[in-house]
């Protein structure tokens, strides 16, 4: 077992450089014939369902049979081989099944591909070689080679109410094995078999296997084991009648809802474990020993940026900030670099990276002034739902956690050049985090996943200000709109780049669409890189006064409510609604006007606040109106990402509601006084005679 161990440790870092730069073999891709029209005993021919049974589905999962076959290759590590066999029932929109793709990444390599149409008198028509169509996207420079692989195919003579079959091998290399099997799939699933087969000698190498059933009740897997070193351990889910997953409109990942089982044989069984194992095969060969050139250059960098400088707060942010400034790429990603960080020297010189290279040359900064830092691995917009109890590799980003004296943390972005320092953009909000350090490090202290600090909707405030006035039959607005916390940084990332004409285009999206040809003037941006500070956008309308016709008090409304009642509808929704921010707003209009000229017109019924503290939205609309000024404020309030299922139909209802509000916000106006003509009036002559009368009757 410990010759075992030693083979194993040793090809984990092997595995590291080797695993993404083997190309996937798509000459080994054969045709396999599919046999004879034999089905397999599960599939009644003549019990067939019908598309009348399934009005809402166009086909149906009629057999699915998975199997990952894992094995351990000295010299390379885990093979995992996954056969897949696959037969579908049309009913309708057979179109569907032009233009396959299968899409497959560089550590794949496919053994063989078939499928055909069987027609209902039992006879098939097989997919032919020739039209079975691979296409390579390579990637190289002078150290790697990746390449990426598509599978295209058309299903031959296919019609209603015809099968069709599938079936695939292919074999992957990793230094663990992890996957998500989905039990539930966009169309109604009749049999469904799992299995997943590991040789006993693995175990005894100290892999484990784990798993966890998420969002559907499956009966514990039929568990066999074999007998010896070259016996397998076999675990089985078999099932029938699996209804179809339905999606429902911003309701988050379907991870968080779609029936699956998630998978992992690894030889961590902890969150500790696997936070040092991480460690030692991703940082550790780039931070820990990282060669003397490369150290200097860190130092080197360290003390020209930070001279003269004593405290060590200022100095960390002074490095951040640094950091900050390089690109973001994972260019790298593509050349053999998928988790393990690029040497410090090589980013250094780009100038750019991804995340784990932001956070290996901070975390190597840090160390340098003396701060205790290290990388953290978190799992950003958390949108697999993250389960504690489930120890597998569930991150996608990665950070730095700083530990300052006295014990007080700071947990820093350094890919998020517009966040405020000591603060975290809003994707690393509200999810897990696990901070990864060297075996021989504090082993006394055990690694566990922690949760992120969430920011409230006060602290993502946007607040506008409009005033606006009338001279010499010219309107004339001037704006200043302020944006802190993460709608500061959203704003920064939208204005950093653009030129004038893009600031009017952003601009005039937000216009009533009636003031097409207001001119916009005085443009200015305020504290674009002051990330302490909060940014100014500000900016003058101008335009005539329409003849007998009013102009808006509000010309620009920055609602942005995603929640629109028509699309997230759904008579049986089931899933919550999650919404993408969380922030505020605070928008005062103000006109002023000479009363013996302009009037104002003000819908009914305009003020309203019908909400309760614990609605995930809010809103207040008040109007103040007085001789020659009115103003009116505007409060919105987004409070949380996500609303229960049962209290989204009222949410819905809140949300009608304020709509009509805004549309009676626009149609605020002051309209000009015009003077109505006098109508002719016959005055008759009161000296006129009955003689004088008399007279002009006789003309």
């Not at 070689?129 to 058309?154: G, L, P, V």
């Not at 089982?261 to 194992?277: C, H, I, K, P, S």
């Not at 006295?406 to 890919?415: E, M, R, S």
Request: proline share 5%.
């Amino acid at each position: 077992m410990r010759k075992i161990e030693k083979i194993i440790s040793a090809m984990i870092v092997f595995l590291i450089f080797t695993a993404f730069t083997a190309c996937a073999s798509m000459n080994g891709i054969s045709n396999v014939s599919s046999g004879e029209s034999t089905l397999p005993p599960e599939i009644k021919i003549n019990e067939l369902p019908s598309g009348e049974q399934y009005p809402d589905s166009d086909w149906i999962v009629l057999y699915e049979n998975t199997l990952y076959d894992v094995d351990y290759v000295p010299g390379v590590g885990l093979e995992t081989y996954k056969s897949v066999h696959r037969i579908y029932r049309v009913f309708r929109n057979e179109q569907a099944f032009i233009n396959n793709n299968m899409y497959f990444d560089e550590k794949t390599t496919f053994e063989s591909f078939s499928a055909r149409t069987i027609k209902p008198d039992g006879s098939s028509i097989e997919l032919s070689e020739k039209d079975i169509y691979h296409f390579t996207q390579e990637r190289k420079n002078q150290e790697y080679t990746k390449k990426d692989h598509i599978i295209a195919y058309s299903l031959p003579s296919l019609k209603k109410g015809d099968l069709v079959e599938i079936k695939y091998k292919s074999v992957s290399r990793f230094f663990y094995f992890s996957d998500i099997y989905f039990v539930q799939e966009h169309t109604p699933k009749l049999y469904s078999r799992f299995e997943i087969k590991i040789p006993n000698f693995i175990f005894d190498a100290g892999y484990e296997f784990s798993y966890k059933t998420k969002n559907i009740s499956l009966p514990e897997p039929v568990f066999k084991k074999g007998f010896g070193d070259t016996g397998d351990r076999s675990y089985v889910w078999e099932n029938r009648n699996i209804p179809k997953f339905k999606p429902e409109p911003l309701m988050g990942s379907e991870l968080r809802y779609r029936g699956h089982v998630e998978m992992q044989l690894a030889y961590w069984n902890t969150w500790n474990g696997f936070a040092r194992d991480i460690y030692e095969v991703t940082f550790k060969p780039v931070l820990d020993d990282m060669s003397t050139k490369d150290s200097q250059r860190i130092k080197s960098k360290v003390e020209d940026l930070t001279s003269g400088v004593s405290d060590t707060l200022e100095k960390i942010k002074i490095l951040t900030r640094f950091v900050q400034t390089f690109g973001y790429s994972d260019t790298a990603n593509y050349f053999g670099h998928a988790i393990k960080p690029n040497e410090i020297g090589l980013i250094l010189d780009r100038e750019y990276g991804d995340c784990k290279d932001h956070a290996l040359v901070l975390t190597a900064m840090l160390r340098e002034i003396g701060v205790k830092a290290h990388p953290v691995l978190t799992a950003a917009y958390d949108t697999s739902g993250v389960d504690p109890k489930f120890v597998t590799d569930i991150f996608n980003h990665v950070i730095v956690k700083v530990i300052l004296e006295g014990g007080q943390t700071l947990l820093l972005d350094p890919t998020s050049r517009f966040t405020q320092f000591g603060k975290l953009p809003e994707m690393d909000e509200d999810t897990y985090i696990l901070e990864i350090k060297p075996k021989n490090d504090e082993k006394d202290i055990k690694i566990k996943l922690e949760k992120t600090p969430v920011s409230s909707f006060s602290d993502n405030l946007i607040e506008k200000k409009v005033s606006g006035s009338i001279e010499n039959g010219i309107f004339k607005y001037d704006v200043s709109v302020k944006f802190t916390g993460h709608a500061a940084e959203q704003g920064r990332y939208m204005l950093e780049n653009a030129d004038r004409i893009s600031i009017e285009k952003i601009i005039r999206g937000d216009l009533l669409y009636y003031l097409y040809n207001a001119k916009i003037g005085d443009i200015k941006i305020e504290n674009m890189n002051d990330t302490d500070a909060p940014l100014f956008l500000k900016y003058s309308l101008t335009l005539k006064l329409p003849e007998n016709s009013g102009i808006p008090v509000v010309p620009v409304v920055f609602f942005n409510d995603p929640v629109y009642p028509n699309y997230v509808y759904s008579e049986d929704r089931t899933k919550p609604l999650i919404v993408p921010s969380v922030y505020s707003t605070l928008e005062t209009y103000e006109m002023v006007f000479d009363p013996e000229k302009f009037t104002v017109s003000v819908p009914e019924k305009i003020e309203d606040n019908e909400f309760s503290e614990d609605d995930i939205n809010s809103w207040k609309i008040t109007v103040k109106n007085s001789s020659g000024r009115i103003s009116l404020t505007a409060g919105f309030a987004q409070k949380g990402k996500k609303v229960e299922t049962e209290k989204i139909p009222s949410l819905l209802k809140k949300v009608t509601g304020f709509s009509d509000l805004r549309r009676k916000m626009s149609m605020v106006s002051i309209i000009p006084y015009v003077e109505k003509p006098s109508p002719d009036v016959v005055i008759e002559d009161e000296n006129k005679t009955d003689s004088t009368l008399e007279k002009a009757g006789e003309k």
